[in-house]
DNA sequence: GACGGCCCCTGACAAATGTCACGGTCGGGG
DNA sequence: CCCCGACCGTGACATTTGTCAGGGGCCGTC
């Protein structure tokens, strides 16, 4: 377990991002376990990222994808901006081919699945700090079977709106189109995704990580 | 802050249920951290719950609600049956009205949404532990505003395998019956939930919590 | 400048979906 | 006993949804 005495000198500096308080704790508390590893600050919202960040200066920040005010993928992209020194770990409940796709686009350096035992973590973290790429093999595989997305931008838009679950006219007003061009959008996507359904279209688009912000 | 040489004599001894193995390893590092409470048991699926706790005898059990096998609520019923002593405490991510109702039925304890704070979480062991009830009070007052499902067993049979996705003919197939009956259930339901679309029916049912095992 | 891709719109059509009125079975409670 | 509610089914109907064939406009590239 943890030293008792002797801490690290140059201990390696964590950021934390989650928006369910109890598991960000959660993980503080596991990588403070390891005694070259330190959190220094945590955050439950994406745009809280890259101005925490600038204040701790850390070494790592680990990102959920899902967070209110910016997604995990965004906030990697900015926090590369901001701080190119410090990189970035996604850790994330849902292994979607496009997360994984996206997620390093935006350059980021591994990506964790909160199903892998807790004990490969700080190795990672260390991986990662290293400058090696830490990536779940089976999730990369995915990942290029999947592909890019073949939906256009204007169809993702739409897809994404609709998945509150609203009629095309409630579509059509709330993206300020005809109610056709939303059909139109909706059958090329029901084609391109390989569905029956507007809802199948959306379950299939979401769980390849196609409906991401912008 | 763990005591260092000082083991308690008595510790509270937790059984933690949850299937994202990261979390559920974080939560241990967390509660480790405690001087009264130590962790005798982990599992990641719903099935493995009573068959541990018959090997560890834990004081309190923590469960998640979404976990394969078998859903966090049952596994607390079957876990009172199985051995009355153990105290349930119900950590789940979402605050769904219906799984308060439902996880209070099934003789849990306590309550806790995964986005509190992580320092509380020990404190509710302990209440839990001594034997008081761990509910946040907004959810409950949802849950009281909610109200009891008012879909009949068959609408949410029907809703819940429409959730899925498919075709009324699917539907009919997968449930054996006709597809007027199908069409019929899903429109009481739609009445019922207050929405205009079969979709929008499920979202609403999800979010309630209506739409559990059995 | 011609081509192709994406975008927006229209209109018309077939299919799926949602609604309604109706009948019938079954079990429990007044 | 009789009524009520949940359940299953039918058939007909209006609405919504998905598809198709067009028509333009706006880039980019060859």
């Known amino acids: 377990m943890s030293?008792?005495?002797?801490?690290?000198?140059?201990?390696?500096?964590?950021?934390l991002a989650?928006?369910?308080?109890?598991?960000?704790?959660?993980l503080a508390a596991l990588l403070a376990l390891e005694e070259d590893l330190t959190v220094v600050a945590e955050v439950g919202r994406g745009d809280e990222v890259v101005p925490e960040a600038r204040r701790t200066a850390p070494?790592?920040?680990?990102?959920?994808?899902?967070?209110?005010?910016?997604d995990g993928?965004?906030?990697?992209?900015?926090?590369?901006a901001a701080l190119?020194?410090?990189r970035v770990l996604m850790v994330t409940t849902f292994g979607r081919p496009g997360y994984l796709r996206r997620a390093m686009e935006a350059g980021a350096s591994g990506?964790?699945?909160?199903?892998?035992?807790?004990?490969?973590?700080?190795?990672?973290?260390?991986?990662?700090?290293?400058?090696?790429?830490?990536?779940?093999?089976?999730?990369?595989?995915e990942t290029l079977a999947a592909g890019v997305s073949p939906l256009t931008e204007r169809e993702t838009e739409v897809l994404r709106t609709?998945?509150?679950?609203?009629?095309?006219?409630?579509?059509?007003?709330?993206?300020?189109?005809?109610?056709?061009?939303?059909r139109n959008h909706l059958s090329a996507a029901?084609?391109?995704?390989?569905?029956?359904?507007?809802?199948?279209?959306?379950?299939?688009?979401?769980?390849?990580?196609?409906?991401l912000g912008e």
Do not use: Y
Request: glycine content about 10%; charged content about 25%.
């Open 3 to 15: 030293g008792l005495g002797d801490e690290q000198p140059n201990p390696i500096r964590l950021l």
């Open 18 to 26: 989650d928006d369910q308080a109890l598991v960000r704790g959660a």
């Open 59 to 70: 070494d790592v920040a680990l990102l959920d994808v899902e967070m209110p005010g910016l």
């Open 73 to 80: 993928i965004a906030a990697a992209a900015a926090l590369r």
């Open 84 to 86: 190119p020194a410090c």
């Open 111 to 141: 990506f964790v699945v909160k199903d892998t035992p807790a004990r490969q973590l700080a190795d990672a973290v260390r991986r990662v700090h290293a400058g090696l790429r830490v990536v779940d093999p089976t999730l990369a595989a």
């Open 162 to 182: 609709a998945r509150s679950g609203g009629t095309v006219a409630d579509l059509a007003g709330a993206l300020h189109l005809s109610e056709g061009t939303i």
């Open 190 to 211: 029901i084609g391109k995704t390989g569905a029956r359904n507007r809802a199948e279209a959306i379950r299939v688009a979401e769980q390849n990580g196609w409906l």
